[in-house]
């Protein structure tokens, strides 16, 4: 080895020990792992009870201090056959050990409010939200939706989906 080290290029990461990086290196607001989950089929509700969207995404924390963002981008809908206000909302849920925890609910009931006459009102709504799971244990995240009036149908549409990814503490 020259003096003042290696020429640029000679180290590449086969030479690197595992896990040679390690968490005071690497700094808190790392991306540490990716996971995500998508909706492949059209879903129809008329349910005034929250219902499982088939959106879902697992990951198994590395510390209990690190956080989980979740985003979530769904493509939801309305119907009903004459000129009537049909609500429709959505929460996440956080399960551990087979114990689910809301960990968002919409704040308002109208969050996705609209006027339908005779057709479907379309919508894209995006979710971000922060979670601090405290566990190392296998986590699932989902996405329910419920009908928020006593009119219409709600839906969450194929390519609907949810990406995880825990943030180093």
């Not at 059209?42 to 990951?59: E, M």
Request: with cysteine; charged share 15%.
């Amino acid at each position: 080895i020259s003096v003042g080290g290696l020429p640029d290029g000679i180290v590449d990461t086969d030479m690197l020990a595992a896990n040679a990086v390690t968490a005071a290196k690497r700094g808190a607001g790392a991306i540490l792992q990716v996971q995500y989950g998508f909706r492949t089929s059209h879903l129809q509700t008329d349910s005034s009870s929250y219902v499982d969207t088939g959106i879902t995404a697992n990951i198994t924390p590395l510390s209990t201090s690190n956080k989980i963002l979740i985003q979530m981008c769904v493509l939801h809908g309305m119907y009903y056959s004459s000129n009537v206000d049909v609500i429709s909302q959505v929460r996440i849920l956080r399960g551990v050990g087979g114990t689910d925890t809301e960990i968002f609910t919409e704040r308002t009931a109208d969050y996705m409010r609209g006027k339908v006459d005779s057709n479907w009102l379309i919508a894209g709504q995006y979710l971000l939200h922060q979670d601090s799971p405290s566990t190392t244990s296998a986590t699932t995240y989902k996405l329910q939706i419920r009908k928020g009036s006593t009119n219409g149908t709600v839906s969450v549409w194929a390519g609907s989906g949810v990406v995880l990814q825990e943030v180093a503490a």
